[in-house]
């Protein structure tokens, strides 16, 4: 698959289709991290494995600014999973994107795996955690909602993803969260939040944080001060979850990127299942449908 | 040298709690320890290999409040003996209240302290940094093995360095071996029970250096090279490299109001973590970014740390500590930099 995946590369940069393809590659201490291909010559470093987790949607929009001030935006060719083309179509709804500027190399998903700490210097090779992440358990999509091409074996039957036979992880985790006293959840939450240093990887890493300017970071109003205490991180966290409710797709790249392992999945996950039950809607699937928190419909009772 | 057993220690740790705070590794998850204060030896976490997070926050605190400005209406005699209203200010300095125990810091971020040192007590000296230096004990523990991205004996120091402690610890069979080195070390191990330790140290053979620093004239010639921008593709320009890192140490300060009540008015200047990755950290009055690009911005990262830092301060700004190497979420490589900039040579 990866071989067929290289030779469409290879052809959309010599047929000038793109002028940048944005893939995986194998990095240093048994890592994948994302490519930037821009010469047919190097299409050979492309990887497709159970570790090429990153959400490679984030770079579009800045990558398609050319170095010269004046000259045309860059067509970008990018592999998508089926968590990414979900992350993409809220960018194209958005007037994010444009769809014909892009080439979407499709790849059908397995799921992917927890990553495994860096590994020392002299590791060759692919290193792996074994363990299935929790969003891909959960998840039965294994084929992207949107793409110009498609690799892969879409007949394949997911690894150890959850078929809808048992309850995922990932649902206990939130029927736990559930079945806490709202005192137990806050105190839950306010731990989480207190660990975090405000890095802001959650935010830079997630495809559809894209703001200019930032409201934790505005200076003119300023709505949240610079200190790095718990009301700062919380009121952070909290406003970004709202800022995604109805459009994060759970790719769950902010959670994955915490160093120090802040629970953004649960809390995202958790407004992604109150929007699916308020409005039977799924972020993600369809560029073109109107999305709730930003479509009024004067006939619309929601019995709340 | 002396020989204490882990209850020994436990029970001398215990007594410190007293009188002063101490800041122990904790492990908050599995594959989560992190310096805190802690209450109880309880929450200590002997056995660990490098805490996620460097303890420099609790010499540069992430969020720091160095200074309070109050302003309060008083009642004074007036000329005519009447009381009159009268808008007092007041400035109050932040002292800390206890000194600090720092158990079980690991020879690199001693290191990071001694290369912080050499910039922060340089004239003119950083007080808050200074005076929490000055209140703080280092108690020291050797590392038995160095991690998968350690890479501290490259950069010239051992995983047993006691190079900045106060008191070294080393593990030995059944305990630790203690090393007093200062008067601060004796004075806060006044109370620990412990026996004289007659035994050699084994002598360590510690992995030989991976990698090496480019020289001066390399980092020069390599400003201008396409490498950076390269490298900063995949950059997110997130700050976990400089958060998690022992020596970046930059920060920003502005005044807050914190109450309002009739007759009293309070502003607090803090000081809090910023870092150089960020897009705003080098916006200036009027919008103008000297370094708007991110490639511009990562590359600060290294120059700061291999030639502005020494050139500047003396000491490289890296201990090889490997945590940005950890925690990068899209795999920028220290080590894989050094060699990159080496061989552009």
Redesign the interface.
Known sequence: MIEQLRVKAREILENKTVDLVIGYEM???G??????IRSPADVDRLVWNEGCT?NLV??LRT?RVPAKRGAPPLRIGVVLKACDARALNILLHENQLPRTELYLMGVVCQGMQEPT?????STSGLSLSGRMQLRCQACSDRVPVVYDVLFGDSSQQPTQAVTGQRQSELEMELQRLESMSTAERYAFWEAEFE?C?????C???CPACYCAECTA?QLDPEWV?????TPEKRFFHIMRAFHLAGRCVGCD?CA??C???VRLDLLNAWMRREVQRTFGYQAGLDATAPAPLTTFRPDENLKL | MNFVTHTQLREWLGGLMAERSVIAPQRLQPDLVVYRAVDSTDEIAFDFGRAALSPKEFFLPATEAILTIERVRQLIAGDDGEAQPDWQIRLTDHELTRDQVLFAIRPCDAHALTALDALLLKEPVDAYYARRRQRTSLIGLACAQMGPTCFCTSLGFTPDDRQGMDVMLYTVEGGYALEVLTEKGQAVTAGLQSTPYSERLPEREWPPAQISVPPRSVWLNAFNDPYWGELADRCLSCKICAYVCPTCRCFDVRDYTVAQAPGYQKIERLRCWDACMADGYRRIAGGHNPRPEKAQRLRNRFYCKFEYYPADFGPLACVGCGRCIDNCPVNVDITEVLDAVRARS
């Open positions: 990095g240093t201490r890592a994948v991290r994302p490519a930037f990153h984030t770079y990558k700490r860096p590994q020392a210097n660990r240093l405000r890095c802001y990887a935010r830079q890493a970071e001060g610079i200190g790095i205490t790249e994955r990127v160093p120090v392992g």
